[in-house]
């Protein structure tokens, strides 16, 4: 039992002093171990130059900055034209609304006065006392006189005319606003744009004026002409940014269809509503010279009833001429034919922007400068109210049809 303890006793010693010599000599060689040399390195100079040219883009920093901050001003711009042309499109609403509010308060208000007064002059023809015949004379006379006058003025106005001008002018600018916004969601607007978009603000705002005096539209012009509310554009003007895809969806039937449903817009529907447009300005003139002259009539007629030298035609002139000047007055502002002749002309006026823009797209040489051609056949074919395949099959039957005459529309929508 010693033994063994003693045994213990000499390994543990022995174990200790190895970990010792071994400590000693760990840290000596610590201490005595080699020093680093330090070296001078050289670190290339990075060069800043806004003008240097980088092999990830075409541009320099500084053309990079630069083409930034101008999108960014472009944007800045297309959002101030977006909130102008948000504020037309309430202006036009509320303006259109308040135009057939005219239209409706003062086609009831000269009909009454213009039965009130042939009701006065039917009353003074039965009447014996000499001063009441005076007293309903005059009145019938001053209401017969102050119905002729508004009436002038109403057919002047054409508020039914102009109501539907507004009407037209708030879709068209709500179109534009659109346009705007898909043009900020879906790429990078430049000045191109901004200089794009305020000329067809300026367009609109010159085809459907808000004031009445000096730059109201002519509600009798002498010719029909198509509503024109776009800008002329030039060549310059007409260039589109390269596509990647080959023949940007274009092809030879694709081109010669296109320039048949230009000759059907040609051939029927402008040419049949600028037709239409012009009977019902026909009508309109018409109406709006017969008005005034019966109630004038009538106030001629009043003012001899009861006199023995006119005898009994006085009366009936009086009376007669004013129900007849409400019934013509009704069936001119109550069937709005100014708002038919207006809309008759917009509808020229689309059908001649679609013209112009499916010629403008064929007289572009190269076809990766068009827009792409699979997507403008689509947009024709919606904008006439058809399919893809009625879209072809109206320009094959254009082509192989011998009397043009007979020939069907381009437009299904209206």
Request: hydrophobic fraction near 40%; avoid cysteine.
């Given at each position: ?5 003693q ?10 002093r190895?970990?010792?010599?071994y ?10 171990a ?9 670190f ?18 500084s ?8 999108d960014?001003e472009?944007k800045t711009k ?8 948000a ?6 609403k ?16 000269i009909?009454a006065i213009?039965?009130?007064a042939?009701?006065?002059s039917?009353?003074?023809s039965?009447c ?6 005076g ?6 006379t001053?209401l017969y006189?102050?119905a002729?006058?508004m009436?002038i003025?109403m057919?002047?106005?054409?508020p039914?005319?102009?109501a ?7 879709r068209l600018f709500?179109q534009?606003?659109?346009q705007?916004?898909?043009k900020i969601?879906l790429?990078?607007p430049?000045i191109?744009d901004v ?11 010159k ?7 000096g730059v ?7 010719k029909?002409e ?9 060549q310059?003007q007409?260039e589109?940014?390269?596509?990647s895809f080959?023949n940007?969806?274009w092809?030879?039937?694709l081109?010669?269809?296109m320039?048949?449903i230009?000759e059907?817009l ?9 037709r239409?447009g012009?009977?019902a300005?026909k009508?309109?003139?018409?109406l ?8 004038g009539?009538?106030a001629?007629?009043s003012?001899f009833?009861?006199s023995?030298?006119h005898?009994?035609w006085?009366?009936?002139?009086g009376?007669v ?5 409400s019934?013509?007055n ?9 708002m038919?002749?207006?809309?008759y002309?917009s ?7 679609m013209?112009?823009?499916?010629t403008?797209?064929l007289e572009?040489e190269d ?6 051609g699979?997507v403008?056949?689509?947009k024709?074919a919606?904008?006439l109210g ?5 879209l072809?099959?109206?320009a094959?039957?254009?082509?192989s ?13 209206f």
């Open positions: 039992m010693a033994t063994s303890l045994a213990s006793s000499m390994l543990s010693s022995t174990t200790s190895f970990s010792e010599r400590q000693r000599r760990a840290i000596k060689a610590t201490l005595h080699p020093k680093l040399r330090m070296t001078n390195f050289t290339p100079k990075l060069d800043f130059d806004m003008g240097t040219q980088y092999p990830d883009g075409n541009f320099t920093i053309e990079k900055i630069e083409r930034k901050a101008s960014f472009a297309l959002y101030a034209i977006l909130e102008a042309v504020d037309r499109v309430e202006m036009h509320n303006i259109g609304e308040q135009r057939s509010n005219w239209n409706s308060l003062l086609l009831t208000s009909n213009t039965l009130s042939a009701t006065i039917a009353i003074a039965t014996n006392f000499g001063a009441a015949i007293a309903l004379k005059a009145s019938s001053l006189l102050a002729t006058g009436l003025i057919n002047k106005i054409q039914s005319q102009l539907e001008e507004q009407r037209n002018a708030s709500k534009l606003q659109f705007i916004e898909t969601a790429s990078s430049t191109k200089n794009e978009a305020m000329n067809k603000v300026l367009a609109l705002d085809a459907y004026p808000l004031p009445l005096l109201m539209l002519e509600k009798f012009p002498r029909v198509p509503a024109v509310w776009w800008p002329r554009k030039t310059n007409e589109r940014a390269k596509s080959q940007n969806g092809s030879a039937n081109e010669e269809d320039r048949e230009v059907v040609r051939r029927k529907d402008i040419a049949e509503y600028l239409l012009g009977k300005l009508l309109n003139k018409f709006a010279i017969a008005g005034p002259t019966l109630t009539l009538a001629v007629g003012v009833i009861g023995p030298v005898g009994p006085t009366v009936v002139v009376v001429a004013g129900a007849l000047a019934v013509v009704t069936f001119e502002h109550g069937w709005q034919v100014g038919v002749f207006e809309m002309r509808n020229a006026g689309f059908f001649t922007l013209e112009e823009t499916i403008s797209n572009e076809p990766e400068r068009r827009e792409n699979e403008f056949e689509m024709v919606l904008q058809r399919s893809l395949s009625g072809r099959n109206l094959s039957s254009s082509r049809s011998g009397e043009k005459d007979e020939e069907e529309f381009a437009s299904q929508l």
